[in-house]
């Protein structure tokens, strides 16, 4: 039926009177239905496909558009503080190991002046080691002292400064077992390949044994020895070698036995099996040497004056920096230089026994000082009346000079074990002396089968 001139007067009339934006609407919503309408004929114009039921949802049109959201730069990762470790290096200082670190003077300072715990820092040796946490700002945050694989200190920051912590570990220990039969000297059988003892443990065992014999002088070929000692482990790496338990020593056909033994009150020294002390009153020799080059010698001639002069000591050719040991507890009476004697050291040792040490390079104590045995008290040089390095060493007991190779020997022991201490002490030692003899049997065993003699 078609409309009225009237009819399109008033529609028109009407279409003027709506508004624009009603409009505009309007003929969006048609040209999305008429889309619709062209994706999804009618029954009757496709006959051939089946007819689904729809439920159309038709967009909402927002007629005031939103402000466009303003850009933002991409969110970043704080950057985290990481360790920085140095090894400390001979020469090194707290100044100089804080430069490499990236940080500088004003907080080395605010470190060193926090607390007494951070100035002990200063003390630092070679071999240490220091690590760094430093956050992103370029502050100090913790440094942790490392001393050895079992022992450290953790400096941390606080309000009040920094404030350290001890730390310790405990290593795995496990027993081992080596012996040989020495060629040449104590130090290249417990060095070679086989063998394989580190420094620590060859110097163990040649203090232990020290007292009985003179390892520049009293080895010959053919001399050997056995020693049981701990292993120790961390994280399942060998980290070095712990204490001697027992050993034995076989010199000129002579066997010395030893065994590690701890007292009720913590102490720990070396006996025999018979429960006598390894230990006497004074060192064989006050320092590792190289040779003897010269005795103790009334009738020698001077090397220097070319005079008949006694000699009164004994003198150890050694490098220049050997340090030279005080060969029993005592106090320095004596620490200077003279023009003979060149920077000497002398120790009172009790009422009647006093030692000296000439020709020193350095002098570690002074007068008046206590001093425990094998205490480092000087170094040795070739001041004085000296042709080169070596340790002048004298033995003077009740005023007179003394042999000091001859007269050790005949001094008296440390004490005993107690008998009232005996039952503790077997009990102690006896599977420490049994474990050395089934180490040395098996050990005996394997060599017979691979016919190996160079150790026994």
């Known amino acids: 039926m078609e409309p009225t001139e009237n009819q399109r007067k008033d529609f028109s009339k009407a279409l003027r009177n709506f508004p624009r934006n009603h409009l505009l609407l309007a003929a969006g919503l048609g040209v999305c239905l008429g889309g619709l309408l062209a994706l999804f004929p009618s029954e009757n114009v496709t006959a051939k496909r089946h007819s689904v039921p729809l439920t159309l949802s038709l967009p909402t049109v927002e007629l005031t558009p939103l402000p466009a959201a303003p850009e933002t730069a991409p969110l970043q990762e704080a950057t985290p503080a990481e360790w920085k470790t ?3 290096r001979s020469g090194d200082n707290l100044s100089l190991l804080f430069q490499r670190a990236g940080l500088d003077h004003a907080d080395v300072h605010e470190f060193i002046s926090s607390g007494k715990d951070a100035k002990a820092l200063t003390r630092l040796f070679p071999g240490h080691q220091l690590a760094f946490l430093i956050d992103e700002q370029g502050d100090l945050q913790q440094l942790r002292h490392v001393i050895n694989p079992l022992d ?12 350290a912590e001890d730390s310790s570990r405990e290593p795995d220990t496990h027993l081992a077992y080596r012996e040989a039969r020495i060629t040449s000297s104590l130090y290249m059988a417990a060095k070679s390949p086989d063998i394989g003892l580190d420094d620590a443990t060859v110097d163990q065992l040649a203090t232990i044994f020290g007292w009985d014999i003179d390892f520049g002088l009293d080895i010959r070929k053919g001399d050997s020895f056995k020693v049981l000692f701990e292993e120790q482990f961390l994280d399942g790496e060998k980290i070095g070698n712990g204490n001697i338990l027992a050993a034995e020593f076989t010199n000129q056909g002579r066997s010395v036995q030893a065994v590690r033994y701890e007292h009720e009150d913590g102490s720990i020294h070396y006996y025999t099996p018979e429960g006598k002390s390894m230990r006497k009153e004074f060192l064989q020799t006050p320092l590792n040497f190289r040779y003897i080059s010269s005795n103790f010698n009334p009738n020698r001639l001077h090397p220097i004056h070319k005079t ?8 150890y050719a050694a490098d220049r920096g050997t340090p030279v040991w005080s ?9 200077g230089y ?17 030692t000296r040490y000439l020709h020193l390079h350095n002098k570690h ?11 480092v008290i000087g170094t040795v040089g070739s001041t004085g009346y000296a042709t080169g390095p070596h340790l002048h060493y004298e033995f003077l007991m009740n005023g007179v000079h003394r042999n000091p190779r001859t007269i050790i020997s005949k001094l008296p022991q440390a004490k005993s074990i107690a008998g009232a201490e005996m039952l503790r ?29 160079n150790v026994q």
């Open 327 to 335: 060969a029993g507890d005592g106090k320095v009476i004596e620490a």
């Open 86 to 88: 140095l090894t400390v």
């Open 338 to 354: 003279s023009r003979a004697n060149g920077n000497y050291v002398f120790i009172q040792h009790g009422a009647d026994v006093v």
């Open 308 to 315: 008949v002069r006694p000699h009164r000591g004994t003198d």
């Open 152 to 163: 450290s200190k953790l400096y941390h920051r606080t309000q009040d400064g920094f404030v």
């Open 425 to 453: 002490f077997s009990q102690q030692i006896s599977p420490l002396l049994a474990q050395l003899d089934e180490f040395h049997q098996a050990t005996q065993l394997a060599l017979a089968g691979s016919g190996d003699s």
């Open 365 to 375: 104590v002074k007068k008046g000082d206590r001093v425990r045995q094998k205490q």
